[in-house]
């Protein structure tokens, strides 16, 4: 079994931080791409940040100097620091990742999801 498991998520005040977590476990070959997307309640999961093979990244506009997409590869995990943090980004996030469990079949799997409330 290859699963993703976040931490991280809670409750943080205005121009606060928190980083999260996300640890890839099981059978596990290679992990090409990780990511993290966030979802309100009535809108469509939108992407906030993406790591390549290569170490490669991209955020989404609303993020882009406050928020840094890292992966330690020998722990098979993917982060994101938060900073500066704004109402806006209350959402629920999740994290992605395209597993390989051997050299040619993979999984694109998701995080249960973590709820992050900015709020005084």
């Known amino acids: 079994q290859v699963q993703l498991v976040e931490s991280g998520g809670g409750l943080v005040q205005p121009g606060g931080s928190l980083m999260l977590s996300c640890t890839a476990s099981?059978?596990?070959?290679?992990?090409?791409?990780m990511g993290w997307y966030r979802q309100a309640p009535g809108k469509e999961r939108e992407v906030v940040a993406e790591?390549?093979?290569?170490?490669?990244?991209k955020y989404a506009d609303a993020v882009k100097g406050r928020f840094t997409i890292s992966r330690d590869r020998a722990k098979n995990t993917v982060y994101l620091q938060m900073d500066s943090l704004k109402p806006e980004d209350t959402d629920v996030y999740y994290c992605?990742?395209?597993?390989?469990?051997?050299?040619?079949?993979?999984?694109?799997?998701w995080g249960q999801g973590t709820q992050v409330t900015v709020s005084s």
């Open positions: 992605n990742g395209k597993i390989y469990y051997s050299l040619t079949a993979w999984l694109d799997l």
């Open positions: 099981g059978s596990i070959f290679s992990i090409i791409a």
């Open positions: 790591i390549n093979n290569g170490g490669g990244t």
